[in-house]
């Protein structure tokens, strides 16, 4: 059967209820997403986003953290919240019946929080425990590094976690000035997904957040592609950490010929990216290949991890491999990532969570909510010829290469130098 667009209501304030009726499902899943990400903020503000995200759930007008935490569990629900460039998302999910007394909570979590000194205190350390792993992970170094080296200084190179000087002096009056002027009407979105009856669960949804100031997010401009390679040495490292991207067309292009060329390339073991440096060439052992979509931007990226000995071989072999997909398209592997992406697909319509996701970031984009059959639709009608010239315009583009870990002695400036024109051709 078909299944249908998400539903979409305006309140009074200039916010929108996202419905997506699921009968088939035995929970409800309420979540608010608003457009505040590490896109949106300065440089001195960077991390701020994911800070506020930690502590709404530190107390608001009339609970503490505690009391908080067991208003939820009491209910059953489970209970997250989640920062990424361009969004944030808070989410609950339990039992149809207290979907009401979810969108409550959820209301009170952006609209009210109160931020409290000795939270913002002990949650300070907390967070600072996570930038430190963060830190320490050399495949989210490399990712860093790979930002930066796509778009410089621009906001959308900046990592969600902050810098460690921002996180170690944000105050209360930092947040709740943040809160004021980003958890807008026009910049947040309320979805639900699960057996429910939009229509009755309107009024509740209208008195919780129908009263927003109003505001919507600002328009940012476009980052410029930068490209080149970047290299940093991390100590205790073992390994060669590679990413490798293209620019793509940002959300609002609505252009879904990236997320079929990476599936092409690198979904599966089957895949060319895996076969080849995997499974014939023994060249990594992890690797992996996507479209990253964001307001305002995008990335076509490859990652990869090996031995500094293999690093020059697995560069050289994944460049062969980028010219051959520009160059034709094997039959194969097209009907192989049709049918993937197909099942991936399918997958998330019995995700509530992930529909909503990806209908209110459309809805912030292009101002509507397709029908997940139209989204895939468009993504299987693309042919060979669609996908060649996909990755003639990324290599033509030029490529941002991030190589991190433990680096040989060749990976030089001039060597480097030397691996990028060979992405380019």
């Not at 793509?248 to 440096?277: C, F, H, K, V, W």
């Not at 076509?300 to 690093?311: A, C, G, K, M, Y």
């Not at 560069?315 to 991936?344: C, H, K, M, W």
């Amino acid at each position: 059967m078909p299944t249908p667009a998400p539903l979409l209501h305006p309140l009074t304030s200039g916010a929108r209820l996202l419905a997506i009726p699921m009968p088939q499902l035995a929970t409800v899943t309420v979540a608010v997403f608003v457009q505040s990400g590490s896109r949106h903020e300065s440089a001195r503000e960077s991390g701020i986003s994911h800070a506020v995200e930690h502590m709404v759930f530190k107390g608001t007008r009339t609970r503490d953290a505690r009391r908080i935490n067991l208003d939820a569990e009491r209910l059953g629900a489970e209970v997250n919240a989640h920062t990424d460039k361009d969004h944030t998302a808070f989410h609950m999910r339990g039992l149809p019946q207290h979907a009401g007394a979810f969108v409550r909570m959820l209301a009170e979590l952006v609209r009210t929080p109160t931020f409290p000194a000795d939270e913002l205190e002990r949650e300070r350390e907390v967070l600072l425990h996570e930038f430190t792993e963060d830190e320490d992970d050399p495949l989210s170094s490399t990712f860093k590094l790979f930002d930066k080296g796509c778009w410089g200084t621009h906001p959308l190179a900046q990592p969600v976690i902050g810098s460690r000087r921002n996180l170690e002096r944000f105050t209360r009056e930092d947040l709740a000035a943040w809160v004021q002027q980003h958890f807008t009407a026009e910049r947040m979105l309320v979805g639900v997904a699960g057996p429910i009856e939009p229509d009755a669960l309107l009024p509740e949804v209208e008195a919780a957040f129908g009263e927003l100031p109003r505001g919507g997010a600002p328009e940012l401009p476009a980052p410029p592609w930068l490209g080149g390679v970047h290299s940093r040495r991390l100590e205790g490292s073992s390994q060669s950490h590679l990413v490798l991207g293209f620019p793509i067309p940002e959300r609002r292009a609505d252009d879904p010929t990236a997320t079929m060329a990476a599936a092409l390339l690198g979904e599966g073991m089957s895949s060319p990216l895996l076969q080849r440096l995997r499974e014939q060439r023994g060249l990594a052992y992890y690797t992996a290949c996507s479209a990253d979509v964001l307001d305002g931007g995008g990335q076509f990226v490859v990652e990869l991890s090996t031995s500094p000995e293999q690093l020059e071989a697995a560069l050289q072999e994944l460049s062969r491999l980028l010219q051959e997909q520009a160059g034709a398209t094997d039959p194969i592997d097209l009907e192989r990532a049709r049918n993937q992406l197909a099942v991936r697909h399918l997958r998330a319509l019995e995700r509530p969570l992930r529909r909503l996701e990806d209908a209110a970031l459309e809805v912030f984009a292009l101002g509507r909510a397709q029908s997940p059959d139209e989204r895939l639709a468009r993504l299987t009608a693309l042919d060979a010829a669609a996908l060649r010239a996909q990755f003639t315009r990324m290599i033509d583009a030029g490529a941002t290469l991030a190589l991190a870990g433990k680096l040989p002695r060749a990976a030089t400036p001039h060597a480097r130098a030397a691996a990028a024109a060979l992405l380019r051709g």
